[in-house]
C-alpha cells in the first residue's frame, strides 16, 4: 500500500526511537499499576456500573468514581462527570467556583487556551464578554513565561507580594494552539509551593493533554481535563473530572451543581461504567498517543520539516506540532490523517470558524467519539506560522498509518 521508500522511512525512525519506546512502555506499566491499585483498594465491583437517574441521589457507582479519579490523580477530592461537557467547561466551573467579584486571575503561562477568552471575557473575543468572568468583576492578568519556555517564579512571586486581590494563579501545563514549550509535572509542582506561600491563594492546573504521560500527576487546588481526551482512555463518551484539595473541590461542585447540592445529585444514566473502563485504559491509550507524536516528530524531521518537540526529546503531553510553512501543506496533511482514520476516513476537511475559536481552523479527526482528540486528529489554525497540531492515536499501529497516509498525501500533489 506504501511505497517502499516510505517503509523504510517509518523502519529507521522507529529504530531510532527504540529506546524512547520502551522507556514509555516503563510509564504506561507504572500507571496501571497506580491505576489498578485504586480500583483493587476500593473494591470495585459490578454493581458500582449499575445506573441511575433523576436526581440521582445515592449513586455509589457515581461516588466511587469521583473518589478513584481524585486517588488516581494523587489529590485529596475530585469529581468526573457525564454533565461536564467538555474541558473548556471544566475549566469555567473549576474558574467560576472559586473567583468572586474583584478577585484577580492571574495567568501564569501566558494567554490560556483560545476557548477560555470568552469564559475570561477578554477584550479581542468576538462576544462581548456577556457571562464571562469579567462580567462578574473578576480581573485578569497575565505573566508569560520566558522565551516561551519557562515560568516566570521571581515574577509570580513579585505579583502575589504586590496584588492581593490574586485569588488564582492559573497555569496551563499544555502548549495547546501556542507556540511554546509544554511544562512539565516538576515545573507545576515547583510552582504549587509558590503558590502554596501566600494563604487564600489557589493554583488551578489546566490538565488538558497532560494526564499519564509522566509518573504522577501535578499538585494543585484544582487540576483539570477533559475525558475525551486522555484520561478518558478512549472509552469515555463524553465528561470532564476536576481533582484536587478538599476546599477547592467542595467550592468547584457548587458550581457543577448549586450551593447546597455540591456532588450529592447527578444521575449517572449509564456512564459511570465507560468512565472507568476509561480511566483503566488511559494509561496505555496515552502511551500508544505518545508514541505515535514521536513517530511523526521522527519522520517529519527526516522529511526536512521542524517539528516541536524533537522526535528523541521527553513529552508532558500528546502533542506534536509540525511546521508546514503554508496553507496548501496544512490543508494536505490534515486530508491525509482524515483519509487515514477509522471513521469518516471519506471527508474532505475545509477550513472553518469554530465556536470559540477566534481564527479559521482546519481539523481533521475520524473519531468513533466526536471531537475525541486522544484518537488520532489534527487541528491548524490557518495562520502564520503554519503549524499543525497532531494529538492522539487509540492504537500505535493506526496512528503510524495515519501518519504515513498524511505523508502520501503531502508527496504525492
Ligand atoms: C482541549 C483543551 C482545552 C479545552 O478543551 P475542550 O474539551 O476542547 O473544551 C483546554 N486547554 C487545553 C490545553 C486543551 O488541550
Known sequence: MFSEKLLLLAKESEKDLSEVFAEIDRI??????????????NRLSDRHFNSTCGYGYNDDGRDLCDKMFAECFGAEAGFARSQIISGTHALAIALYGLLRPNDTLLS?????????????????????????????GVKYREIPLVDSKTLDLKSIREALNDDKSVKVVFVQRSKGYSDRRTLTVAEINE????VREFEGVYLVVDNCYGEFTELDEPKADLLVGS??????????????????????????????????IGLEAGASMGTTKSMIKGLFFAPHVTAQAI????????????????CYPKPLEKRSDIIQTIRLYNAENVLKFCRGIQKGSPVDSFVVPEGWE???????????AGAFTQGSSIELSADAPLREPYLVYLQGGLTYE????????????????
Open 191 to 194: 510552582l504549587f509551593a509558590l
Open 28 to 41: 504506561a506499566f507504572k500507571n496501571t499499576e497506580k491505576v489498578m491499585s485504586v480500583f483493587r483498594e
Open 291 to 306: 508514541k505515535t507524536a514521536h513517530f511523526a516528530s521522527a519522520m517529519f524531521e527526516r522529511l526536512g520539516f521542524e
Open 354 to 364: 469554530m465556536p470559540g475559536y477566534n481564527d479559521s481552523v482546519v481539523m481533521a
Open 108 to 136: 501564569v503561562s501566558g494567554k490560556p487556551y483560545d476557548t477560555l477568552d470568552d469564559v475570561i471575557g477578554l477584550g479581542n473575543s468576538k462576544d462581548r464578554g456577556e457571562g464571562s468572568l469579567a462580567e462578574y
Open 227 to 260: 475525558l475525551i481526551k486522555n484520561a478518558g482512555g478512549g472509552i469515555a463518551e463524553t465528561g470532564g473530572y476536576i481533582v484536587g484539595t478538599k476546599r477547592a473541590v467542595e467550592l468547584a461542585s457548587y458550581r457543577l451543581t448549586v450551593p447546597g
Open 398 to 413: 493506526s496512528g503510524k498509518l495515519g501518519i504515513l497516509t498524511a505523508i502520501e498525501e503531502m508527496l504525492d500533489k
